[in-house]
């Protein structure tokens, strides 16, 4: 079964600046697709950006970035120019071709950023 | 374009009541899926369809959780009766088969006294 880890419970930046959050999973397949929400107060789930297995290139959303580490099984996301808006509880997410549709989630990390 | 609509956005019960959580996905989307969120467990997927049929409801916790979906813009989540260890986020999410990408409704927060 896939699992996704994510080792930092809570980060700060301070505004402007970068933060990278970090995400590792194990899985045996080659092709599979890799996620990060973010969750604010609102409880919304909303969706960050967004990593074919496939592709070598990294994506990238504006001030969103991933390092996609596939021989590592790595995928972490970086955000530049940090604003107050982005503080949430971002997970990372992980999709099977092959397993259906399920969604596994790692647990969370909580970002805060100060002014 | 409305997103996922889940209704109501909470619900306080007592311990022994019917519950039902309702939820449209977005429109043309083949897939629903119902998720939970705890503190304890995270997000644990509960069941989802595929054109309105149920294809995996593994992570349903026991019989007292029944998911339905009648029609293509419908579905419900019922726990009966409900129990205080029920109490979480019920999170409704769609995507279209074209789509790698599951949209999620802003939840209903639930709590059973």
């Given at each position: 079964a896939q699992t996704v880890t994510q080792s930092q419970?809570?980060?700060?930046?301070?505004?402007?600046?970068?933060?990278?959050?970090?995400?590792t999973y194990d899985t045996s397949e080659s092709d599979y697709y890799l996620f990060w929400y973010k969750q604010p107060p609102s409880r919304q789930m909303i969706l960050?950006?967004?990593?074919?297995?496939?592709?070598q290139q990294n994506a990238t959303e504006n001030r969103f970035s991933v390092n996609f580490q596939k021989a590592a099984k790595?995928?972490?996301?970086?955000?530049?120019?940090?604003?107050?808006?982005?503080?949430?509880?971002?997970?990372?997410?992980?999709?099977?071709?092959?397993?259906?549709?399920?969604?596994?989630?790692?647990?969370?990390t909580i970002l805060r950023v100060k002014s | 374009d409305a997103g996922v609509i889940?209704?109501?956005?909470?619900?306080?019960?007592?311990?022994?009541q019917e519950v039902t959580l309702r939820c449209k996905p977005i429109s043309g989307?083949?897939?629903?899926?119902?998720y939970r969120q705890t503190m304890m467990r995270g997000l644990e997927l509960l069941i989802y369809f595929n054109n309105n049929v149920p294809?995996?409801?593994?992570?349903?916790?026991?019989?007292?959780?029944?998911?339905?979906?009648?029609?293509?813009?419908f579905s419900t989540l019922k726990i009966q009766p409900s129990e205080p260890r029920d109490s979480a986020v019920y999170f409704c999410a769609s995507r279209a088969a074209s789509n790698h990408t599951q949209y999620f409704g802003p939840g209903t927060r639930l709590t059973v006294l």
């Open positions: 419970p809570e980060m700060s930046v301070q505004e402007a600046e970068t933060v990278t959050l970090s995400c960050v950006i967004r990593q074919e297995a496939y592709k790595s995928f972490s996301l970086k955000i530049s120019d940090s604003q107050l808006g982005d503080a949430a509880m971002y997970f990372c997410a992980y999709r099977s071709p092959t397993y259906g549709n399920k969604l596994v989630f790692g647990a969370g | 889940q209704s109501p956005r909470h619900e306080v019960t007592e311990m022994g989307h083949d897939y629903l899926f119902w294809i995996d409801d593994s992570g349903m916790p026991e019989d007292r959780f029944s998911a339905k979906m009648p029609n293509a813009s």
